[in-house]
């Protein structure tokens, strides 16, 4: 009889962690200077400190911001994270011919030309068994 709930345990055990483990990364921890040209991947989860809004780390874009931006700062401008810190996830994508500056959040993006490459920012991916 104990062997038929120690096989119930594990039938339930394997069920259940592949769920649990996801298909997604671990965030990557960065600092508030990190731009996207510092991290390899299309699609990745970073995890920001606190504090990066007094930082004076440039931002270039609204939205979609240029690969040389801080991405902890341009999650903050974007509306994804507050000054406490979090975990974002960020797509690269090719560059714009144009990227608009703003003010949000605190934080003043700047306007720039033509970039090669950019990213922007998506809701986090549910796990998949």
């Given at each position: 009889m104990e062997w038929q709930g120690l096989v119930s345990v594990l039938v339930m055990t394997s069920l259940i962690l592949?769920?649990?483990?996801?298909?997604i990364a671990p965030p990557q921890l960065v600092e508030c200077s990190t731009d996207a040209e510092n991290i390899n991947g299309d699609t990745y989860s970073v995890e920001c400190?606190?504090?990066?809004?007094?930082?004076?780390?440039?931002i270039y874009g609204t939205g979609t911001y240029t690969s040389d931006s801080s991405i902890c700062r341009a999650a903050i401008h974007d509306g994804r994270l507050t000054d406490a810190g979090g975990v974002v996830t960020v797509v690269e994508t090719s560059g714009l011919d144009s990227y608009q500056g703003s003010s949000q959040n605190e934080i003043n993006s700047n306007s720039w030309g033509s970039w090669g490459s950019a990213f922007y920012f998506v809701d986090s991916p549910t796990p998949t068994p």
């Amino acid at each position: 009889m104990e062997w038929q709930g120690l096989v119930s345990v594990l039938v339930m055990t394997s069920l259940i962690l592949p769920v649990c483990r996801g298909t997604i990364a671990p965030p990557q921890l960065v600092e508030c200077s990190t731009d996207a040209e510092n991290i390899n991947g299309d699609t990745y989860s970073v995890e920001c400190p606190a504090g990066c809004l007094g930082t004076l780390f440039s931002i270039y874009g609204t939205g979609t911001y240029t690969s040389d931006s801080s991405i902890c700062r341009a999650a903050i401008h974007d509306g994804r994270l507050t000054d406490a810190g979090g975990v974002v996830t960020v797509v690269e994508t090719s560059g714009l011919d144009s990227y608009q500056g703003s003010s949000q959040n605190e934080i003043n993006s700047n306007s720039w030309g033509s970039w090669g490459s950019a990213f922007y920012f998506v809701d986090s991916p549910t796990p998949t068994p």
